[in-house]
């Protein structure tokens, strides 16, 4: 098995080979590269390695620069920093990660990854551009960190850390905050979801955007769902919807 390297740290770098090196006895690193401008120009000039692993912050940009410029043959693990919620981006999106430090047992599950799917047809170099845009938006993206609305005649501005919840209601949209207050919002629960930080706040069904820590219990309730006890709400029925109990746990738990 013939391996690229594309990591801007040595010592990243080099565990990384020895890793890949004890796991696959037989696996020849040909390169370790730590710019984008070195990568395109390697992978344009030498014949597709059977495997990349690639960080995302390189030292002169991001990976994603380098799917931009050339045409990228190889099926590609990312080992990056970045936390894993944010990382989920590219569970959806089919492309494997690893998180630094390198661990033995995540690298080795990757490779397993790899051994199902090479034999598996490439995905068209568009998609796969699509694919890493995707996941790079969601990573980079810039979530608000206040909220300005609209009390009596005053304009007010709240913190996001001070939110405990959003809730619909009648097709409007409330933000509870720890003080108690209750505000309306210009924005429908939709536009919430897409503007605040989802390892901060969680949509568990259609009414209700709740944080972490706004939560004081949590029920088992009918049909595998769960009920809330939220702080500064006096709704009985705070219910996180059947299909998203499993990701809800996880995320309280990640």
Known sequence: MNI?????????????????????????VLRKIDTVKNAVAWIK???APDLIFMDIQLADGISFQVFEQCEVLSPVIFTTAYDEYALKAFKVNSIDYILKPVDQEELSAALTKFRRLVKAEAAPQHAVLDNIGKAIAMLTKKYKTRFVMK????LKSVEVEDILFFLSLEKTTFCHSRDGRKNILDYTLDQ???LVDPERFFRINRKYIVSADAIQDMIHYTNSRLRL????SDDPEVIVARERVQEFKDWLDR
């Open 151 to 154: 009390v009596g005649e005053h």
């Open 229 to 232: 006890v939220l702080k500064n």
């Open 45 to 47: 000039s030498n014949p």
């Open 4 to 28: 690229l390297i594309i990591e801007d740290e040595p010592q990243a770098a080099k565990r990384l080979e020895t890793l890949v090196k004890t796991l696959e006895p037989g696996a020849t």
């Open 192 to 194: 919430v979801e897409g």
